[in-house]
């Protein structure tokens, strides 16, 4: 089982970053997915959750009107558009399923 993140890096506040997460080793289709930020020194953070159909979407409030989170079950992938990025969205992004991780990738938002 492996989750792959892409599409990090510096962004100026204000601009847009699409992440995406690829899945591989279990039936993707048929499970939510779910993506995580954390900053140095503090705990994982949620911030968005897909249901296996992409019928319902979570969003923590911090990034609610502003994130998109959606997926691809042909391609065995999960998105993040990120849009109107502020400073404090700058972390370290993660996929999940269960209790899989991928291994991050990072977002700056600075000027």
């Known amino acids: 089982v492996q989750l792959v993140e892409s599409g990090g890096g510096l962004v100026q506040p204000g601009g847009s970053l699409r992440l995406s997460c690829a899945a591989s080793?279990?039936?993707?289709?048929?499970?939510?997915m779910s993506w995580y930020r954390q900053t140095p020194g503090k705990e994982r953070e949620w911030v968005a959750t897909?249901?296996?159909?992409?019928?319902?979407?979570n969003y923590a409030d911090s990034v609610k009107g502003r994130f998109t989170i959606s997926r691809d079950n042909a391609k065995n992938t999960v998105y993040l558009q990120m849009n109107s990025l502020k400073p404090e969205d700058t972390a370290a992004y993660y996929c999940?399923?269960?209790?899989?991780w991928g291994q991050g990738t990072q977002v700056t938002v600075s000027s």
């Open positions: 080793g279990f039936t993707f289709s048929m499970y939510a």
């Open positions: 897909i249901h296996s159909t992409g019928g319902t979407t």
């Open positions: 999940n399923w269960a209790v899989v």
